[in-house]
């Protein structure tokens, strides 16, 4: 899993994108950075920790998520040159919009507000596409005149279907939020499209801020009400203080601020949420693992995510929700219980499933 992080000018984007990957990028551009800083976070999982410790595993490996803060812009336009291009990789935009006020860290806009902040950016990643779609209608109007009768026809149709999807863009509507029919489908199939990546929010706020968390997700859900959309407030200054710390020394700042859970957490289980996203486990002396998978992902599509040639000879798997093996405490009480199963093509992987491909060569 990819995500962009994009952010007008002094946002705290790259400040956010350090406290999730415990990275170092420098901060000191206000929006304005050269090139994109790409990170890596582990995704918490307490399940890996505790069968790392039952199967004494030599080796634990967390789900990842790689973020990539995208070059900025002192003008606050957020989708020229570079960025765009990082955007076609990505899986999700994370939109960091600023809450917290510094007086030495102006506001482009000369005040902080978020809301206009928030509806700016949805606004801007609309008119990219509207002025993308312009461009592929103009290039179709002027392949015209060498086309036959029959290509000519599918043409005049393709542009009459991009008109129409301008027309939805312009009142609003994001491509995330509309399900294309088939025409719609094949008029845009070769064009990358802003709007139809989920959006996520982080809500920078301010240490003074931090207890009013609830009610500010409570606005921001109300502001993201979309399909493939969700958002978090996170203290993007304490989480990236918080990242040099220990675990017991974080855990008691955290405590002692009424911090709650700390933001790399929040973050990925709402970006596992907007786009559909679950994991299953494998276990073993070797090695014990987490792998992300779609929600509803067929055993043989999760058996691609080790490998593909584990899909191909797909036999069957073997498997136990996490719950149940914690409450039988071994593999072999989990099949004397019935609750280790052998399950075959048709079965949809369960988030926590602990499971063991079976597979031919």
């Known amino acids: 899993m990819k995500i962009g992080i994009i952010g007008l000018p002094a ?5 956010i994108f350090n406290s999730l990957t415990r990275g170092k990028a420098d901060t000191g551009g206000f929006g304005a950075t050269r090139s994109a800083n790409v990170g890596v976070a582990h995704v918490p999982d307490e399940r890996v920790d505790i069968l790392t410790k039952m199967f004494k595993s030599k080796k634990t490996v967390y789900a990842e998520v790689t973020y990539v803060d995208l070059p900025g812009s002192s003008s606050g336009d957020l989708f020229e040159g570079e960025a765009l291009a990082f955007l076609q990789q990505v899986d999700a935009i994370l939109h960091v919009a600023r809450a917290f006020e510094d007086g030495a860290v102006p506001h482009l806009e000369g005040t902080v507000d978020y809301k206009r902040d928030i509806e700016k950016v949805a606004f801007d990643i609309l008119f990219a596409d509207i002025a993308l779609l312009e461009r592929r209608v103009e290039r179709l109007n002027g392949s015209l005149k060498g086309l036959n009768v029959a290509e000519r026809g599918e043409a005049e149709k393709n542009i009459e279907t991009l008109k ?60 993201l009400d979309g399909k493939s959309t969700g958002g978090a ?22 405590t002692g ?12 289980k709402l970006s596992y949420g907007v786009l559909g996203l679950s994991s299953f486990l494998t276990v ?23 490998h593909s040639d584990i899909e ?50």
């Open 11 to 15: 946002s705290g984007k790259t400040t």
């Open 257 to 268: 601020l009424d911090a709650g859970e700390p933001g790399l957490s929040r973050m990925i």
């Open 312 to 361: 191909r000879g797909f036999i069957r798997a073997e498997t136990v929700a996490y719950a149940d093996f914690m409450e039988c405490g071994t593999m072999a009480e989990a099949r004397n219980r019935g609750l280790f199963r052998q399950e075959g093509r048709d079965y949809v992987v369960q988030d926590g499933d602990i499971v063991n491909f079976l597979f031919s060569v």
């Open 284 to 306: 073993g002396e070797d090695e014990t693992r987490a792998w992300t998978v779609n929600i509803g992902a067929l055993a043989p599509k999760a058996a691609g995510v080790i």
């Open 164 to 223: 129409r999807l301008q027309g939805d863009l312009e009142n609003g509507v994001a491509f995330r939020d509309r399900d294309l029919d088939d025409a719609e489908a094949r008029a845009i199939s070769d064009t990358f499209t802003l709007s139809s990546l989920p959006l996520l929010v982080a809500l920078n706020i301010g240490e003074d801020d931090i207890a009013n968390t609830a009610d500010l997700e409570q606005e921001l859900a109300g502001l």
């Open 233 to 254: 407030a996170i203290c993007g200054s304490l989480e990236a203080e918080l990242v040099g710390l220990t675990v017991e020394e974080e855990a008691e700042m955290r």
